[in-house]
């Protein structure tokens, strides 16, 4: 199975999440958050990282981290394999921890609003949770998080947590005591929007994107990481990495195509849109993507307005066998098509 693209470059940030292998537990007792803890203070070391937020739950965890090294791959690796090892070593059990692949969210850096909106998602999980209940407790009473060291003086703070940036993002001063007082203020006020069933939605909204998706960021910046990610594919098999950011990757490499294709076949989207489901310029088109990109059937036929993503596997096969007539002289016209980035 192919394993998801990480996009990795110095200065880097992303919101990382891992859950228990089949929803267990990660996290017996006090003692397994300190050791996760410390680990994550270690791996700071080791990496140069830069935790602005983070979380420990039942089963699973969050950190919103900045990786100046550009090492996230070799940080994580670092941080769950020890972990797991401790932690197997202190229950006397075996195997794996954590299921599968942790998710990594890349988070447009030069974007201050970003931090405020992620980290404030990270530290409201115990109210999510019902961890911690509004109005009854106070939501640094809830220790295994870094909102706690969001209300201390700097010295009090590990020194691996970098509170700056989501501060700054709401007009505070790292080392303005009367500011984080204002700002537990705030949060204390985001506490009771979280579990008023009128404000959920609108919050909800908000978090969209920070739990789906790939990266959370404008088109601008998507775009940098298609960028990338086609330098990394370069002198790979498309087919040996996926993930949804391989997958836009290759939507918009072949959204160039497609416009290229359309304009060699003197025809533009109106014109498409007006072609029978079966048209001749639909099977070889359908039939070049699947046989040059990862994209799905589905996608494919959708886009060329085809209908059900089984004339998709019949342009295939027709397109194939044909070696004579007009459809012939089609399927040779779109192998010489090349993507324009002006398309």
Request: net charge positive; aromatic share 10%; glycine share 10%.
């Amino acid at each position: 199975m192919p394993r998801k693209l990480r996009i990795e470059y110095p200065g880097a940030v992303y919101h990382v999440m891992s859950r228990g292998d089949h929803q267990e537990a990660i996290y017996r007792d006090k003692k397994d958050r300190e050791v996760f803890v410390s680990c994550l203070g270690e791996v700071c070391e080791k990496t140069g990282w830069w935790v602005h937020a983070y979380v420990l739950m039942g089963n699973h965890y969050h950190l919103l981290v900045e990786t100046p090294g550009g090492n996230l791959v070799a940080g994580m690796k670092w941080l769950q394999g020890t972990f797991t090892q401790r932690f197997n070593s202190r229950h006397k059990v075996y195997g794996h921890l954590f299921q599968g692949r942790y998710k990594a969210l890349n988070v447009d850096e030069g974007e201050a609003g970003y931090f405020q909106i992620l980290s404030t998602y990270i530290h409201l999980n115990p109210v999510r949770a019902g961890l911690v209940r509004a109005g009854e407790q106070p939501l640094k009473g809830y220790q295994w998080s870094s909102y706690p060291s969001y209300l201390v003086a700097a010295r009090e703070r590990p020194v691996w947590l970098r509170v700056e940036r989501v501060l700054g993002s709401v007009g505070i001063g790292a080392d303005d005591s009367r500011g984080r007082r204002g700002y537990e203020a705030w949060m204390e006020g985001q506490v009771l929007e979280c579990c008023r069933s009128q404000s959920r939605p609108s919050l909800e909204a908000e978090w969209k994107g920070v739990r789906r998706g790939w990266y959370l960021g404008d088109r601008t910046f998507k775009g940098k990481l298609l960028g990338r990610i086609a330098d990394l594919l370069e002198g790979r098999q498309a087919d040996s990495v996926g993930g949804e950011a391989v997958s836009a990757w290759s939507e918009e490499d072949a959204e160039q195509w497609i416009g290229s294709a359309l304009a060699d076949l003197g025809l533009d989207a109106a014109a498409l849109r007006t072609l029978a489901k079966g048209a001749s310029e639909k099977l070889v088109m359908a039939w070049w993507l699947r046989g040059h990109t990862t994209l799905s059937r589905q996608w494919i036929a959708e886009r060329l307005q085809m209908g059900h993503e089984t004339r998709v596997t019949l342009a295939v096969r027709e397109v194939a066998r044909t070696h004579g007539g007009p459809l012939a002289k089609l399927k040779r016209r779109v192998e010489e098509v090349r993507p324009s980035d002006d398309s």
